[in-house]
């Protein structure tokens, strides 16, 4: 599967973005959808993940509240909203995909992965 992720850009703190993250197809043994980011100099982190039906989410602590994952099945289209912004979501946010079988925070358990678009928040 190729994922192709979009919607990336700079806003204020507390603005807000939709990235997208279109996938070609969904080959068996797929069925979560993540969103990672990562800052400069930092890791890689674990921001949110769905299932393939759109049935269960799971979302980092640090994002919670603020950010809504959503699966589009007719699309093959999974949106991050993001609202209130702050200056410490600044990160190339990549999506991926897979079938987590420790956890879906553990982003050596996503097979595919987007090439990552960049969200920058200004203070």
């Known amino acids: 599967v190729q994922l192709q992720a979009c919607g990336g850009g700079l806003v204020q703190a507390g603005g807000s973005l939709r990235l997208s993250c279109a996938a070609s197809?969904?080959?068996?043994?797929?069925?979560?959808m993540g969103w990672f980011r990562q800052a400069p100099g930092k890791e890689r982190e674990f921001v949110a993940a769905?299932?393939?039906?759109?049935?269960?989410?799971y979302y980092a602590d640090s994002v919670k509240g603020r950010f809504t994952i959503s699966v589009d099945n007719a699309k093959n289209t999974v949106y991050l909203q993001m609202n209130s912004l702050k200056p410490d979501d600044t990160a190339v946010y990549y999506c991926?995909?897979?079938?987590?079988?420790?956890?879906?925070?553990?982003?050596?358990?996503?097979?595919?992965w987007g090439q990552g678009t960049l969200v920058t928040v200004s203070s």
């Open positions: 769905i299932s393939w039906r759109g049935g269960t989410t």
């Open positions: 991926a995909a897979g079938r987590p079988t420790t956890g879906w925070d553990r982003r050596y358990e996503y097979d595919y």
């Open positions: 197809g969904r080959p068996s043994g797929v069925y979560v």
